[in-house]
T-cell receptor, first 116, second 118 residues
Framework: AQTVTQSQPEMSVQEAETVTLSCTYDTSENNYYLFWYKQPPSRQMILVIRQEAYKQQNATENRFSVNFQKAAKSFSLKISDSQLGDTAMYFCAFIVQVNRDDKIIFGKGTRLHILP | NAGVMQNPRHLVRRRGQEARLRCSPMKGHSHVYWYRQLPEEGLKFMVYLQKENIIDESGMPKERFSAEFPKEGPSILRIQQVVRGDSAAYFC????????????????FGSGTRLTVV
């Protein structure tokens, strides 16, 4: 079975600091996509960043970057220069393949507090 | 280009009543997914539908829950005879057909329906 594990239920950092959220996953497949979603208090699910498993280069979106270690099945999210608006639940997720019918599997989330 | 529209945003039902949650996917998206989020939990997959077809319902409870995505109109998640344990946020997401997903792939989510059973 495919699973996603986020070992940090809750984290707090000071504004402007850098924070890393960890995620591990389990699959026997070789081709898949990985995602980080943000859920602020508004409850909206917002896609933060995606990574294709066949790409070795780590994805980057402005202040958000990932450390993708395929052999270790690890996919951590780094937020640089954190801002108050980054306060949210963050969910790690993956889907096995995009060229067949499948669904995204989510971890339980990490609640991130950015402190002023 | 409206996103995924879910309504109602909040729904209160008494135990034993029926709850009907609606989801209109993004324009051009033909696939709909329903997820349930319990308090302080992640999103748990429930069901995956295409127009007039259920692709995967492995996450749906066997009783009281059903889903449809008719040829015309929104997708409906229906919960009969609701119980307190059904209280949760229900999210709908949509995606384009498989062949069009490409490298930008990722679901588009609605804002969810928070169901409260009293």
């Amino acid at each position: 079975a495919q699973t996603v594990t986020q070992s940090q239920p809750e984290m707090s950092v000071q504004e402007a600091e850098t924070v890393t959220l960890s995620c591990t996953y389990d699959t026997s497949e070789n081709n898949y996509y990985l995602f980080w979603y943000k859920q602020p208090p508004s409850r909206q699910m917002i896609l933060v960043i995606r990574q294709e498993a066949y790409k070795q280069q780590n994805a980057t979106e402005n202040r958000f970057s990932v450390n993708f270690q395929k052999a270790a099945k690890s996919f951590s999210l780094k937020i640089s220069d954190s801002q108050l608006g980054d306060t949210a639940m963050y969910f790690c997720a993956f889907i096995v393949q995009v060229n067949r019918d499948d669904k995204i599997i989510f971890g339980k989330g990490t609640r991130l507090h950015i402190l002023p | 280009n409206a996103g995924v529209m879910q309504n109602p945003r909040h729904l209160v039902r008494r135990r034993g009543q029926e709850a009907r949650l609606r989801c209109s996917p993004m324009k051009g998206h033909s696939h709909v997914y329903w997820y349930r989020q319990l308090p302080e939990e992640g999103l748990k997959f429930m069901v995956y539908l295409q127009k007039e077809n259920i692709i995967d319902e492995s996450g749906m409870p066997k009783e009281r829950f059903s889903a449809e995505f008719p040829k015309e109109g929104p997708s409906i998640l229906r919960i009969q005879q609701v119980v307190r344990g059904d209280s949760a946020a229900y999210f709908c997401a949509s995606s384009p057909p498989v062949i069009y997903r490409g490298r930008t792939y990722g679901y588009t989510f609605g804002s969810g329906t928070r169901l409260t059973v009293v």
